[in-house]
């Protein structure tokens, strides 16, 4: 590999998705599936895929990517222990033919199937389980989610050369669902024995049906179809190879010119498609619009509970009513897109519809802020003490809809006396601005079909990038994580999304909808559970 690196079960859970279907046209197999094959004739093998995205994540390892730009393509060289079905949200078979759960959720043992190699030739087996799931700990903050997916492990023990039993010192409801992610897909002896950043820098081999043939930084990741493959996920409707000989995912920033990329044939997908693209799409005639809402964390704003300004509760829940959520969705997002009702996504298993703790309410803001003590002054912005209620939003430049978004938000907040001041960051320098804390507040979701996803990003034990103070929320959010009982682990989960939003920990804003637009001569290209892509079955025509 030549790398240019410039620079059966029962599910824990159960998710009910929403497709939201802008094209009548849907493939027989995930959800959201691109243009059906049937006016274009049976399916076929070759040609090259060209994916135009909006940003590159610094890093070409899955284990240390959370940005979808980049989890694009990486998700497509590694596969995953199971696999979560789109719309029922059940844990099925993919490298693991069949898996057992202790009594007490504390031991998941797994057999896999026999014959499966990664690209370099090395087998996939119960060694290669251990040797990934003991490095995960090791790698550092870029791998924040899939460190939280294995908070509290002990060990695997290799049982015999396909079976894998992996250990927790406390029950662990959300590993099954973990298991299925791109964060804990499997790499080589070769990537495990490097280091974070060597990982990040030179790639990792994978036993996905595609191999990463190179990138150069901030422009292009290629890939290869994986010549054997026969051990592909039990949800995909192809056996053996998949039929795209290559993948480019091109980096193009501007959204416009991704547009007209497509639109003119240059490109044959584009992502992060936003309101202000569709009527353009549309009229060109050779593109179908594709969108699946996202479960998991929705676009907030993240803000740094340890800032004097945001210490107060009162400047904090002024804030998260003086959204108008609707005119923003209306405004900027994709058709079908929805305000956000909780900190989590309404396809999130276990979501609690607060919407009306979230209400629009500028003069109830007003009130609380003046009750606290900030006054008008002459240009409009609060004060108290001498000290301005004026706070700087970091935002990254990895959708299209994120600084539209926010310019909403500045005008707003603006109305009620608070000054907004807007930082455009690299995608790259979001774990470096994370571990910093030196920011007010950042602009953000994230993705998982687990409501586990709180844990991970509110916990004071894991990353803590908010500054939380311990407390009531740490004790629910471990308890969720360790209740095997669907009935006891949703009343948990509500309290936690009713602590983060009563005392607005951070401002839940809109859900993410993924839309993508797909040239028409592509087929069968699939959202997978957590609203990212799956290429193995798609084909161009």
Not at 169 to 185: C, E, K
Not at 521 to 535: G, K, N, P, T
């Amino acid at each position: 590999m030549r790398l240019r690196s410039r620079l059966f079960s029962v599910p824990l859970s159960a998710a009910v998705v929403t497709v939201l279907a802008l094209t009548s046209a849907c493939g027989a197999g995930g959800a959201g599936a691109g243009n059906a094959s049937g006016a274009a004739g049976p399916a076929r093998s070759g040609g090259t895929l060209t994916f135009a995205v909006g940003s590159y994540a610094g890093c070409v390892d899955p284990h240390q990517v959370g940005s979808n730009d980049t989890i694009y393509s990486l998700r497509q060289i590694v596969d995953s222990l199971t696999d979560q079905e789109p719309g029922t949200g059940k844990i099925v078979p993919w490298l693991a033919e069949s898996w057992q759960i202790s009594a007490d959720a504390k031991t998941f043992t797994f057999r896999l199937r026999p014959g499966v190699t990664f690209s370099d030739g090395t087998p996939l087996n119960a060694k290669a389980v251990k040797d990934n799931f003991d490095a995960v700990p090791k790698l550092g903050a870029k791998a924040s989610l899939a460190i939280g997916y294995l908070s509290g492990y002990v060990g695997t023990t290799v049982v015999d050369d396909l079976t894998a039993a992996v250990s927790f010192a406390q029950p662990n409801a959300q590993f099954l669902q973990a298991t299925s992610t791109f964060s804990l897909g499997l790499v080589a002896e070769s990537a495990v024995r490097k280091t974070p950043d060597q990982r990040c820098t030179d790639g990792v081999v994978g036993s996905g049906p595609f191999v990463l043939d190179g990138y150069v930084a901030n422009q292009s990741i290629t890939l290869v179809r994986r010549k054997g493959y026969q051990w592909g996920s039990s949800l995909w409707r192809k056996p053996g190879e998949a039929y795209l000989d290559k993948v480019v995912f091109t980096v193009v920033p501007e959204a416009g010119v991704r547009t007209g990329s497509l639109t003119s044939g240059q490109v044959d997908a584009i992502g992060s498609v936003g309101l202000a693209d569709e009527s353009a799409l549309k009229a060109g005639g050779n593109v179908d619009l594709q969108a699946r809402a996202n479960p998991g964390v929705v676009f907030n704003l993240g803000l740094n509970n340890a800032r004097p300004l945001l210490r107060e509760l009162s400047v904090r829940q002024a804030i998260q009513v003086a959204l108008n959520r609707q005119e923003i969705v209306d405004t900027v997002y994709p058709t079908g897109s929805k305000p956000a009702t909780s900190i989590l996504a309404h396809t999130t298993p276990y979501h609690s519809d607060l919407g009306t703790q979230l209400t629009f309410d500028p003069a109830k803001a007003k009130s609380l802020l003046d009750a606290a003590g900030w006054r008008v002054g002459a240009d409009g912005v609060r004060t108290k003490d001498g000290t301005r209620l004026s706070l700087s939003v970091g935002w990254f430049a990895n959708a299209a809809t994120n600084q539209p978004s926010l310019e909403l938000v500045q005008q707003q907040l603006k109305a009620v006396g608070v000054e907004i001041t807007l930082k455009e960051l690299q995608i790259a320098q979001i774990t470096q601005v994370q571990q910093s804390g030196d920011f007010d507040a950042l602009w953000g979701n994230i993705t998982r079909a687990d409501p586990d996803i709180l844990r991970s990003t509110y916990a004071t034990t894991l990353a803590n990038t908010y500054r939380l103070a311990p407390g009531e929320l740490d004790t629910i959010l471990t308890g969720q994580a360790a209740t095997v009982d669907p009935a006891s682990r949703q009343a948990l989960v509500s309290q936690a999304q009713e602590l983060i939003v009563r005392n607005a920990y951070v401002i839940p804003v809109v859900e993410l909808t993924t839309e993508l637009g797909v040239s028409t001569r592509v087929h069968d290209l699939d959202f997978e559970a957590s609203s990212r892509i799956q290429l193995h079955d798609t084909w161009k025509s």
